[in-house]
């Protein structure tokens, strides 16, 4: 008689376990990698996503492209989520992560196919990673950071080496010298928020300027906006939160009044309120009037006669960005308005840029902001322009952090693999060849790198190999000569964080995909996912259906 089977998981449950499981997941990571392997270095090719707006968006940068594809596979969702954080960590090198972290895994694949235990295999690369970042470390080149001159020189180079694989490659030197003079601008923290980029279409890429200090476009003005003044020169500028019109009554009160001039009153008491406003401000000093709420048309007729300038409807960023780079405070009612709450900075002016108006602020006494005007044709070529300039950003704020730089273009990469194939020869054992498939894997970025170039990558390797054995410890791909060369000189330069963070995040990725033996798949999920809910009680605020 047979046993009854027993059935532990509902009906449908998709359940895979073992190798052939392992060896699903590290397929869909290799084709992750395949979406955006042909995006690196600066011969790399960019994507165009449509989402199913039908926006198009281009980019070039390894996380946005993932971020886009909508990745429905748990194990190579990993892959997305490595490159997410290299972006937030570092900014730059999120393409690297991914092909390093697919690259460990295509080459373990006959390993675990051979049937090697995966602990062993998640062993020794976690050795592997340890010594590769205790490398990096050793190698790096410090810089001084007494020497004002040759610390920003070296900003520019690591901005320029981000930039390199950028869309604007061709204005490198233009903005890697924006990208430091605005990073260099902030305070301690550094935060990016300081950092406003306004993109204005029309112009030439060349026409993007940098302001030290705020700017932010003309806000929606009444009748009586075009007689304002619109240069200062030392303005007081006061900040609120304040609404400065007339208002309908709100709560539906209800007053009962016997003759005309009881409502007289009423109607009188609404206007002192906000005359009584706007004389405090007058009576204040400031010369430029910067609310978030709506400044009505009588407020801004009453500033026009009085010389003052008005904005309503500034957005907070910007008013909070203004208030970092003016000093004072943001105020949420009239009745104190000292100096000490105003803020001022030497020279306020309108400015037409392109078909929009701009109001600058300049020469702020405790500027530790600053915005960046971007101009440009497309309006996908000025957003990816954004992007490209948030990666050279977050890379220079941290080579100010951490001062160790490396050389790139696939050099220190060559390195490691050097250094770790010659450590796998030194050790018994199956560590030995796990090793090595580590070094060898690390090789993917400079064949990736001559590949996209349309170079002969094997070709390019060899000579790499032979020349970094013979102790030419800085030499990688040179792309304009199709050959290699010593990347140092060359300054093709970026910071050591970023490759110390790329192999971890690439390394504990491999590591977690291999430690996965099974999936379990619930059946419902995969059935009325997309179907939003539908048919579970109405209470949603979804229509009767009669």
Not at 181 to 201: F, P, T, W, Y
Not at 303 to 326: H, I, N, P, S, Y
Not at 388 to 417: Q, Y
Not at 459 to 483: S, T
């Amino acid at each position: 008689m047979m046993p009854a089977p027993v059935i532990l998981l509902k009906e449908g449950t998709d359940t895979s376990q073992g190798i052939p499981q392992l060896i699903s997941n590290i397929n869909a990571c290799q084709v992750i990698a395949e979406a955006v392997r042909t995006t690196l270095g600066p011969r790399g090719m960019d994507k165009l996503m449509v989402d199913n707006r039908g926006k198009a968006t281009i980019s070039n940068d390894g996380a946005t492209i993932l971020k886009l594809l909508d990745v429905v596979h748990p194990a190579a969702k990993t892959l997305v989520d490595i490159a997410r954080s290299q972006d937030a960590e570092v900014g730059d090198g999120t393409t690297s992560v991914t092909l390093l972290a697919a690259e460990f895994l295509k080459q373990l694949k006959p390993y675990v196919e051979e049937g090697l235990h995966p602990q062993t295999i998640i062993r020794a690369f976690r050795t592997a990673t340890n010594l590769a970042v205790n490398k990096i470390k050793e190698i790096a080149v410090s810089v001084k950071k007494d020497d004002k001159q040759e610390q920003r020189q070296l900003l520019e180079k690591c901005a320029a080496t981000a930039l390199n694989s950028k869309l604007i490659a061709g204005q490198k030197d233009f903005f890697s010298k924006m990208v430091v003079d605005a990073v260099i601008s902030l305070d301690e923290l550094m935060s990016l928020k300081m950092i406003g980029i306004k993109k204005v279409q029309g112009g030439a890429l060349e026409d993007s300027q940098l302001i030290s200090g705020v700017a932010f476009k003309k806000t929606f003005s009444y009748a009586g906006f075009e007689m304002q003044p619109k240069r200062y020169e030392n303005p007081k500028i006061a900040l609120l939160n304040v609404e400065l019109e007339l208002k309908a009554e709100k709560d539906n009160a209800e007053v009962r009044v016997k003759s005309v001039e009881d409502y007289q009153a009423i109607v009188d008491a609404e206007w002192d309120i906000l005359y009584d406003k706007l004389e405090k401000i007058y009576q204040s000093g400031a010369k430029v009037v910067l609310s978030k709420l709506p400044i009505g048309d009588v407020a801004t007729q009453y500033f026009a006669d009085r010389d003052l300038f008005c904005a309503g409807r500034v957005q907070e960023e910007d008013l909070k960005r203004t208030m970092m780079a003016c000093g004072g405070s943001i105020q949420t009612s009239v009745g104190a308005l000292t100096d000490s709450v105003l803020g001022q900075c030497e020279l306020f002016e309108e400015v037409q840029v392109g078909g929009e108006r701009y109001n600058f602020f300049k020469g702020c006494p405790k500027a530790k902001t600053c915005t960046i005007i971007l101009r440009g044709g497309a309006e996908q070529f000025t957003e990816e322009t954004e992007r490209s300039l948030h990666d050279a950003i977050m890379i220079v704020r941290r080579a100010i952090k951490n001062d160790t730089i490396v050389a790139g273009g696939g050099a220190i990469e060559m390195e490691l693999s050097k250094y770790l194939r010659d450590y796998s020869r030194t050790i018994p054992g199956k560590q030995q060849l796990l090793i090595g498939a580590y070094a060898k894997a690390l090789e993917v970025i400079p064949r990736q790198l001559c590949d996209n170039a349309g170079f002969d990558a094997t070709n390019i390797l060899n000579k790499l190999r032979a020349k970094h054995a013979q102790g030419g410890m800085w030499c990688g791909v040179d792309i304009n000569k199709e050959d290699i060369a010593d990347n140092f000189a060359a300054c093709v330069w970026e910071p050591s964080i970023v490759r110390i963070n790329a192999l971890t995040a690439a390394s504990e990725a491999a590591c977690l995909i291999l430690s996965v033996d099974e999936t379990i798949k619930n059946p419902r999920s995969s059935v009325d996912g997309p179907m939003g809910g539908a048919g579970r009680g109405r209470g949603r605020g979804r229509p009767h259906a009669h």
